[in-house]
T-cell receptor
């Protein structure tokens, strides 16, 4: 089973920041937080991951609390194309070949 | 940008028939995966494959399923005798296993419909 808890759905206005929360209170010291998204039944797409420091790439920012029990994915300027299901997953990064365990994720709806 | 490809995009079959779903992973990747997603449900892990062996599999991946890398480029999932409940989107993924991230790159999926 997924080790994370996410809200079922969120809405965001186009151009605004989308902040997607995730709780992972049982995360282990060697587990990373990964975010993937799935746009309308396409294959899931990697977004970002982090261990304990905040991370930023061209797609998003990831803020992890100091106790690592929760995190927030930030899409700084959401567009209609960001409408998707967003999955927060915890896993050990260096274990190649291990499964991604998907939960139900958060359905983000971006509207104009 | 390199990508994972899958064929066919949609497969319709009769219950009890064998199907083979095909995937071409990203060329320098070493780890290969199959996932499935029944309509309206979660993405579920089926199997991972490395060095011509299964490295991990889920409870879903029973004797009806098998995987193979028949040549240097293709990775296949075979379902021996399809059931109605096998109807789902099947996603192939690959990862390089070399870097820090081990991010998995997914293909567009094959929609399997069992009648």
């Amino acid at each position: 089973d997924a080790k994370t808890t996410q809200p079922t759905s969120m809405d965001c206005a186009e151009g605004r920041a989308a902040n997607l929360p995730c709780n992972h209170s049982t995360i282990s010291g060697n587990e990373y937080v990964y975010w993937y998204r799935q746009i309308h039944s396409q294959g899931p797409q990697y977004i970002i991951h982090g261990l304990k420091n905040n991370e930023t790439n061209e797609m998003a920012s990831l803020i992890i609390t100091e106790d690592r029990k929760s995190s927030t994915l930030i899409l700084p300027h959401a567009t209609l194309r960001d409408t998707a299901v967003y999955y927060c997953i915890v896993r050990v990064a260096h274990q190649a070949g291990t499964a991604l365990i998907f939960g139900k994720g958060t359905t983000l709806s971006v509207s104009s | 940008e390199p990508e994972v490809t899958q064929t066919p995009s949609h497969q319709v079959t009769q219950m009890g028939q064998e199907v083979i779903l095909r995937c071409v992973p990203i060329s320098n990747h070493l780890y290969f995966y199959w996932y499935r997603q029944i309509l309206g449900q979660k993405v579920e892990f089926l199997v991972s494959f490395y060095n011509n062996e299964i490295s991990e599999k889920s409870e879903i991946f029973d004797d009806q399923f098998s995987v193979e890398r028949p040549d240097g480029s293709n990775f296949t999932l075979k379902i021996r005798s399809t059931k109605l409940e096998d109807s789902a989107m099947y996603f192939c993924a690959s990862s390089d296993g070399q870097g820090r991230y081990n991010e998995q790159f997914f293909g567009p999926g094959t929609r399997l419909t069992v009648l």
